[in-house]
């Protein structure tokens, strides 16, 4: 049995199977085939190319066994003459003329060790939406592995692939807002599957009746869908804020987010009234080297009258430093405490959820797109957009806690919580006892 008796692409699936991009989404709304696509492709270029080495994986390797390697692992069945070996352990398939797919998770330490460790031609990413943007660039790193062309001459093609449902952060800003040489975007619609079930998109109506959200996203493919839903600040608006040409002219200050842990970011960042005119991001340095960095910051913007350091956990060593090395300069130094009270007390669980929701989103929810400029890195912009806010039994705003953000699988946001160093307001006092609510 050949691939073609087993797998008949849809039309949409075959405009992203003939897309000669690189790295290729396929994506939107659910039912639209994305699973299916992506093995396929997979198993495509293994047998069209002898020796290819591919990767299949979701952000946890226990979520892919329960998903994805279903529909992997019923087509491998469906086309068992070709295959040589399945050790489901290692998570391996190997095929008779050479070739070999590999699959399990791509968001952890251990995946990512596992990956480095690999030369591929080819690499898939389910649910991509799932994963960081890291994941994808690790993996493309490995695209290297050097094979003989196809049986007809053609030589191999590298391949990433993506699929996903429409959710705000970095698929978006990589392949539905920006023009990146060598990717591409394939929309997948329920209507364009002639194998669901005659009912499958109405029953979904139906079901999504009272959440118009969930319609425009799952059903239709919008991209724009939960732009603002329950997101502190919406994608539109960061976007926007990227955008914005202001004039860099009035009070200015530096503001530093320190990492706690290994793989966090130090940021340190600077703007001159509404504009962040630079940003810089280091990981695993010691108290002593941020300091040191939040000094040459200064030295660079020496009309610099605030400096807002994160002052929980080890930024307090980071502030006392600071302040030592600058005590007889025009500069006021402050700790900010992100678990701190707020001043409004009513409305606001903490100083964070105060500033995020209330002082920093209000300068992007601003209609005339006069009050902030941010510069246009991926990083920050997914870390604004990704965050989401509940309301408290007392009324009250609170921003999603970091372990929960790290339960959704997303890193630390430190460039956004240096943005809101950089941006408290109101100002912190102008003296050294910090910032408190």
């Given at each position: 049995m050949d691939l073609e008796s087993s797998y008949e692409p849809t039309p949409r699936q075959l405009i992203a199977h003939r897309s000669a991009a690189r790295y290729k989404l396929y994506g939107g709304a659910m039912g639209g085939g994305k699973s299916v696509w992506l093995c396929n492709s997979a198993l495509r270029a293994c047998l069209r190319w002898p020796g290819s080495r591919w990767y299949l994986g979701r952000r946890e390797a226990k979520t892919f066994r329960r998903t994805t390697y279903l529909t992997l692992d019923?087509?491998?069945?469906?086309?068992?003459?070709?295959?040589?070996?399945?050790?489901?352990?290692?998570?391996?398939?190997?095929?008779?003329?050479?070739?070999?797919?590999?699959?399990?998770?791509?968001?952890?330490?251990?995946?990512?060790?596992?990956?480095?460790?690999?030369e591929l031609t080819g690499f898939g990413i389910d649910e991509a939406s799932e994963a960081e943007e890291d994941s994808f660039l690790m993996l493309a790193t490995r695209l290297r592995l050097k094979i003989p062309p196809s049986t007809d001459g053609v030589p191999c093609r590298?391949?990433?692939?993506?699929?996903?449902?429409?959710?705000?952060?970095?698929?978006?800003?990589?392949?539905?807002?920006?023009?990146?040489?060598?990717?591409?975007?394939?929309?997948?619609?329920?209507?364009?599957?002639?194998?669901?079930?005659?009912?499958?998109?109405?029953?979904?109506?139906?079901?999504?009746?009272?959440?118009?959200?969930?319609?425009?996203?799952?059903?239709?493919g919008d991209w724009d869908a939960f732009s603002g839903v329950k997101n502190v600040i919406a994608y539109k608006d960061v976007?926007?804020?990227?955008?914005?040409?202001?004039?860099?002219?009035?009070?200015?200050?530096?503001?530093?987010?320190?990492?706690?842990?290994?793989?966090?970011?130090?940021?340190?960042?600077?703007?001159?009234?509404?504009?962040?005119?630079?940003?810089?991001?280091?990981?695993?340095?010691?108290?002593?080297?941020?300091?040191?960095?939040?000094?040459?910051?200064?030295?660079?913007?020496?009309?610099?009258?605030?400096?807002?350091?994160?002052?929980?956990?080890?930024?307090?060593?980071?502030?006392?430093?600071?302040?030592?090395?600058?005590?007889?300069?025009?500069?006021?130094?402050?700790?900010?405490?992100?678990?701190?009270?707020?001043?409004?007390?009513?409305?606001?669980?903490?100083?964070?959820?105060?500033q995020l929701s209330g002082a920093l989103g209000s300068r992007f929810r601003d209609p005339n797109r006069q009050s902030i400029q941010i510069p246009a890195d991926k990083k920050l912009r997914a870390q604004l957009t990704a965050r989401l806010y509940e309301m408290t039994d007392r009324g009250q705003i609170k921003i999603e806690s970091k372990k929960k953000m790290k339960a959704r699988g997303l890193k630390s946001p430190d460039r956004a919580d240096?943005?809101?160093?950089?941006?408290?307001?109101?100002?912190?006092?102008?003296?050294?006892?910090g910032v408190q609510g």
């Open positions: 019923k087509y491998a069945g469906e086309l068992a003459p070709i295959f040589a070996s399945h050790n489901l352990t290692d998570g391996l398939y190997r095929l008779n003329n050479g070739s070999s797919i590999w699959y399990g998770g791509v968001g952890s330490a251990e995946d990512r060790e596992k990956i480095k460790s690999m590298f391949q990433g692939l993506l699929a996903s449902n429409p959710e705000p952060g970095w698929l978006r800003s990589r392949f539905i807002d920006a023009v990146l040489p060598d990717h591409s975007f394939t929309p997948a619609l329920p209507r364009d599957n002639p194998h669901l079930p005659s009912d499958y998109e109405s029953g979904l109506r139906e079901l999504f009746g009272g959440t118009p959200a969930w319609t425009r996203a799952y059903l239709e976007v926007a804020a990227e955008l914005a040409e202001l004039e860099a002219k009035g009070d200015e200050a530096i503001g530093c987010d320190v990492a706690r842990f290994g793989d966090d970011e130090t940021c340190i960042g600077h703007r001159t009234g509404p504009v962040c005119d630079h940003l810089e991001a280091h990981c695993k340095e010691d108290t002593t080297e941020t300091a040191g960095r939040v000094v040459a910051c200064y030295r660079n913007y020496p009309r610099t009258r605030q400096i807002n350091i994160d002052d929980d956990g080890v930024g307090g060593g980071v502030v006392d430093m600071v302040r030592r090395t600058l005590k007889d300069l025009p500069v006021k130094v402050n700790g900010v405490h992100f678990g701190g009270e707020p001043r409004d007390k009513e409305h606001y669980a903490d100083w964070a959820s105060e240096m943005l809101m160093c950089l941006f408290a307001t109101p100002a912190p006092a102008a003296v050294s006892t």
